[in-house]
């Protein structure tokens, strides 16, 4: 973990796929990526609290749900994590 932290780039940032794309379950709920994905860390609906499904995602702001981070996050800041299209840097 912490060869993760000391890897971080901030030049990373700007690949990360959760600033603008989803991973979808096979069920049609929505994640920030397949790393949340994996841990049920699901985008909850802004009001109503439950989780979100793709068939409610055109109708529901999602620039006001802060993305869902924990330490997991560090691979991807360290530019080895998820871009949806292997290692950003
Ligand atoms: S693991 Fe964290 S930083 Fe990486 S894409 Fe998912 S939410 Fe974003």
């Known amino acids: 973990m912490n060869l ?5 780039s901030a030049a990373n940032m700007q690949g990360l796929m959760c600033l603008n794309q989803l991973s979808i379950d096979w069920e ?5 990526c397949d790393f949340n994905q994996m841990l049920n860390m699901n985008i909850r609906h802004p009001v109503k609290r ?3 499904h793709i068939s ?8 006001n749900i802060p ?3 924990a330490d997991h996050c560090y691979g991807c800041t360290a530019g080895q994590g998820s871009s949806c299209g292997g290692a950003i840097a």
């Open 67 to 69: 993305v869902s981070i």
């Open 4 to 8: 993760l932290k000391d890897s971080f």
């Open 28 to 32: 049609g709920y929505v994640y920030d």
């Open 50 to 52: 439950h989780k979100l």
């Open 56 to 63: 409610e995602v055109l109708k529901t702001c999602l620039e």
